[in-house]
């Protein structure tokens, strides 16, 4: 091998290294009626404003990604609003992760025809783990992301939940996680019900567990309230990147200064 070929090989594994290290902020657009809706352990939803809006902002901002669930498609039996991710993804030049009724191969045809980088797949792919496998032959493990909705119950363990957090399983959550990975998926979002729209700070515990334990991404979803629980969710919680939603629709924390703050803290972020 050439010497330069040898230096550029070098090059490239550490900027693969240093690409790895750095932490993600993620704003998620939780879509209900073509509007923007924000809620408390997923109830009591309220307006946070136009998707098409925000998601231009967030990019303008500096965010590293967007993710846009459509939290009634499972529910209401009807199929992600493709016009709408397809607005959005015009105003955007970061990833863009969408979920919300994705059931089927064709469905994720639509959705990247209309602007997504990523699909998130939740109950449909619980109740049929071979739609993982068949997304992921067909599109790629980076396009596959399992969303997981868990709750901390009173035996101390996590279960996932379905139907945007209306129905409880028996399965825990790490055992789903587990499986989902070795089925294909790319990249595992983690949302805790019990922290949901609390701001008091994110399941660093499960957090851990499948970050530790899981050789794929893990994005923390669920509590994020201050720039320090971030700070607390990379390092104690070994996420790979951290969703919130209100924190930036009512700006109450804007994206430039929490990634200041977590560089100024020693988080290696997108600057």
């Known amino acids: ?21 750095t932490k993600r902020i993620i704003p998620c ?16 939803l309220r ?26 498609a499972t529910n209401e039996k009807r199929k992600t609003l493709s016009k709408l991710v397809n607005r959005i993804a015009h105003y955007i030049n970061i990833p863009f992760t ?9 469905d994720v045809s639509v959705l990247l ?4 980088d990523k699909i998130s797949v939740n109950t449909a792919a619980f109740k049929r783990p071979g739609l993982i496998r068949e997304l992921e032959k067909q599109f790629g493990s980076q396009c596959v992301v399992l969303a997981i909705d868990a709750r901390k119950e009173e035996d101390g363990e996590w279960y996932v939940y379905l139907n945007g957090g209306r129905l409880k399983t028996n399965t825990k959550c790490f055992d789903w996680a587990k499986q989902g990975v070795e089925l294909g998926a790319g990249e595992i979002l983690l949302t805790s019900m019990n922290h949901d729209g609390t701001k008091q700070g994110f399941a660093i515990d499960i957090t851990k567990q499948l970050a530790e334990n899981l050789p794929v991404p893990v994005i923390a979803s669920g509590g994020g ?16 990147a951290g969703l919130a939603a209100s924190i930036f629709h009512f ?18 972020v997108r600057l």
Do not use: C, W
């Open 47 to 72: 307006d946070a404003g136009d998707p098409v809006e925000l998601g231009a902002l967030y990019a303008q901002q500096g965010a590293d990604e967007l993710v846009f669930l459509d939290i009634t």
């Open 29 to 44: 657009l939780d879509i209900k009626d073509g509007r923007t809706v924000k809620g408390t352990n997923f109830i009591d």
């Open 225 to 240: 309230g201050t720039m320090q629980h971030f700070v607390d969710v990379f390092g104690q919680g070994m996420a790979d």
């Open 1 to 21: 091998m050439k010497e330069e070929t040898i230096i550029e090989a070098q090059a490239a594994n550490s900027n693969k290294e240093t690409v790895g290290l």
């Open 98 to 106: 969408v979920g919300g009724g994705i059931s089927s191969v064709e």
């Open 113 to 116: 025809q209309n602007g997504a």
């Open 251 to 268: 700006k109450e924390i804007r994206i430039p200064e929490l990634k200041r703050y977590l560089h100024e803290h020693g988080v290696h």
